[in-house]
Nanobody
Framework: QVQLVESGGGLVQAGASLRVSCAAS????????MGWFRQAPGKEREFVAA????????YVAGSVKGRFTISRDNAKNTVYLQMNSLKPEDTAVYYC????????????????????WGQGTQVTVSS
């Protein structure tokens, strides 16, 4: 089983940058892809970005494209989400998730495709 721990959230002002991390442990070789999702109060969980563990292909949601970047460090079993030009509407709990089964890239944004979830890290952007 894979365990995921997010870190790096916090309170920032609009326009600032923040990087959140997700460290994976356990059966990390079984991962196919890692994803970042977010959930604001009263809203559904929203896909943010995903990266294939082998090869590094990425998929970023249109709502954050050009501002957010996902990357990975295989040696550290860690995935990062670099968030620039943050806006108040980016405020949410950010979750990382691991998918252990191969999936078409069209299914990367679907939460149900991910088997393991972290506990989340709060990101708050003030105006």
């Amino acid at each position: 089983q894979v365990q995921l721990v997010e870190s790096g959230g916090g309170l920032v002002q609009a326009g600032a940058s923040l990087r959140v991390s997700c460290a994976a442990s356990g059966r990390t070789f079984s991962q196919y892809a890692m994803g970042w999702f977010r959930q604001a109060p009263g809203k559904e969980r929203e896909f943010v970005a995903a990266i294939r563990w082998s090869g590094g292909s990425t998929y970023v949601a249109g709502s954050v494209k050009g501002r957010f970047t996902i990357s990975r460090d295989n040696a550290k079993n860690t995935v990062y989400l670099q968030m620039n030009s943050l806006k108040p509407e980016d405020t949410a709990v950010y979750y990382c998730a691991a998918a252990t089964a191969r999936m078409y890239s069209s299914r990367w944004p679907l939460p149900g495709e991910y088997d393991v979830w972290g506990q989340g890290t709060q990101v708050t952007v003030s105006s």
